[in-house]
């Protein structure tokens, strides 16, 4: 078998969450070209059968599903759907997120339930539900996005509640990672860098100090340059791998 082999996903059915744009999508059309069913579960609608219309111009079959990450009903729903129509799971991309700026003696409540209950507790749910049907299966491969804000303090922004998020994803990661291996699951996270999405006010001047002329590598990333670790994560070409976070980041946590 060659090497290349091993990053095929040829016959794999792959659920992302908040596939549907930004780093989400890259990576949706990066398992879709590996050869992967995917299925694109997040909120938008329009925006999922979009997404869902450019993976299956690739030639394999892809699905919408409008989910709520943080509602378990939805969730339990979405992955019915996917076993009725495919039969099985065996990649979960956990990705949906979002981001808040603000003083830490300023946040209200209300903020930061939001982004716990998408950027955590969701991660925990989707887990627990999607996991239930790789721990039967015997097999799967879980991969989260969390971000080098989990393991650094950002500048000049603050978003302490962001930050915590994505670390207690770190944590959850190798936390099931050394639970689930007997039960044939892997769980590993990429921790991302600075990255041109929706979600990142990257061109912002007065970030620009900060976010490009303080990274190593003098820029910030692409969307796409996040999919191929992602696939590595979800194939066969890391099947001796798990609990690990890898920071694709331009060496920007180096200082
Ligand atoms: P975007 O804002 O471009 O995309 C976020 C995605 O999440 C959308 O598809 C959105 O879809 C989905 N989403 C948000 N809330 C929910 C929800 N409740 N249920 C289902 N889907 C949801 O962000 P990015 O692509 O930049 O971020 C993707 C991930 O990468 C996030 O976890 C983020 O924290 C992480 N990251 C990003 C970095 C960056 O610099 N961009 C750096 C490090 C990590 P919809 O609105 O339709 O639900």
């Not at 409008?66 to 099985?88: I, K, P, W, Y």
């Not at 910030?220 to 996040?226: C, D, G, T």
Request: charged letters at 20%; hydrophobic letters at 45%.
């Amino acid at each position: 078998m060659s090497v290349l082999d091993l990053f095929k996903l040829d016959g794999k059915v792959a659920v992302v969450t908040g596939g549907n744009r930004g780093i989400g999508k890259a990576i949706a059309i990066g398992l879709a070209e590996a050869g992967a069913t995917v299925v694109v579960a997040a909120r938008d609608t329009d925006r999922n059968e979009a997404a869902v219309a450019e993976l299956s111009a690739l030639g394999v079959p892809a699905l919408a599903v409008t989910t709520d990450v943080t509602d378990r009903a939805n969730l339990v729903s979405m992955r019915e759907e996917v076993l009725a129509r495919f039969g099985h799971i065996d990649v979960l991309i956990n990705n949906a997120g979002v981001g808040i700026h603000g003083d830490s003696l300023e946040i209200d409540d209300d903020s930061w339930d939001r982004v716990m209950a998408t950027n955590m507790d969701a991660v925990w749910k989707t887990s627990q539900v999607i996991g239930a049907t790789m721990a039967a299966q015997g097999s799967g491969s879980i991969v989260n996005i969390g971000s080098m804000s989990g393991q650094i303090v950002n500048r000049p922004q603050w978003h302490a509640p962001y930050a915590v998020s994505k670390a207690a994803v770190h944590h959850m990661t190798k936390s099931l990672a050394a639970e689930w291996a007997p039960k044939g699951i892997r769980v590993n996270a990429l921790a991302p860098g600075y990255t041109k999405t929706e979600i990142a006010d990257i061109d912002l001047p007065e970030y620009q100090h900060y976010w490009v002329d303080e990274v190593p590598m003098q820029r910030y990333a692409q969307s796409w340059e996040i999919a191929p670790a992602a696939l590595y994560l979800a194939s066969p070409a890391s099947s001796f791998v798990t609990g690990t976070i890898l920071v694709i980041d331009g060496g920007y946590t180096l200082w």
